[in-house]
């Protein structure tokens, strides 16, 4: 009896046309049709000419204003030095003895040389250079004597001391009044026997 029931109030529901209704009774979910229907809006207002920004192809400015620079940023007077601050510093003018060069007007600078290169073969040691640059210091060169040396009989020598400007290397001295010749300074020229008069000097 329900079940005839329910089919004809399906029959008379069909007969209406009304789907929605239809739809409704039996529980059948229809589309949200506000929310289908909703379609967005746009915005069609006119845009004015002064809204539109232009190109005018002009560049902004990028100029700096100095006074814009913090004041430790500016140079200052003291990191450039002036004119006199220049005229303060010493240059030096002209050889300078101690530079190790020598330069014009020194003969030497500093250093040693062997005493053959200045005095010869008949000399050994060594020469240093004199603290003013000026030349070499000889007291350390002695003399090799390679040829016979002379000397003075004393009991012969009166004293006179004639042939003392005879000897160019002064190798002649007077001691307690009679010639002595240093066999160490003799170059054994001879030139000391002519001017004795009393023939004391002889060739050893």
């Given amino acids: 009896m329900y ?7 399906f029959l008379i529901l069909a ?5 929605f209704e239809r739809d ?5 979910n ?3 049709t ?11 207002t006119p845009v004015s000419d002064e809204q539109i920004p232009t190109d005018t192809g ?20 003291e990191e450039h030095p002036t004119d006199e601050e220049h005229a303060d510093i010493d240059i030096p003018a002209g050889p300078q003895c101690g530079n190790g060069m020598a330069e014009s007007g020194e003969t030497c600078d500093g250093g040693t040389v062997p005493c053959t290169d200045i005095m010869g073969a008949d000399y050994t040691g060594t020469a240093s250079c004199r603290p003013d640059c000026t030349g070499w210091d000889i007291a350390a060169c002695q003399q090799v004597v390679t040829t016979p040396v002379y000397a003075v009989n004393a009991s012969k020598c009166n004293g006179c001391a004639k042939c003392l400007p005879a ?4 190798a002649i001295s007077m001691v307690a009044g009679k010639a002595v010749i240093d066999p160490e300074k003799c170059t054994g020229c001879g030139k000391c026997v002519n001017y ?3 023939d004391a000097i002889y060739k050893k």
Wanted: charged share 30%.
């Fill in 24 to 28: 409704k009774v039996l529980g059948i």
């Fill in 58 to 77: 002009e560049l902004p400015d990028t100029t700096v204003d100095s006074s814009d620079i913090p004041d430790e940023q500016h140079p200052t007077d």
């Fill in 3 to 9: 079940r005839l029931l329910i089919v004809l109030i």
């Fill in 15 to 19: 007969g209406c046309g009304d789907n």
């Fill in 167 to 170: 000897c160019d290397v002064n």
């Fill in 30 to 32: 229809q589309p949200d």
């Fill in 196 to 198: 004795c008069p009393r």
């Fill in 34 to 44: 506000e929310e289908s229907d909703q379609t967005p809006q746009i915005d069609e």
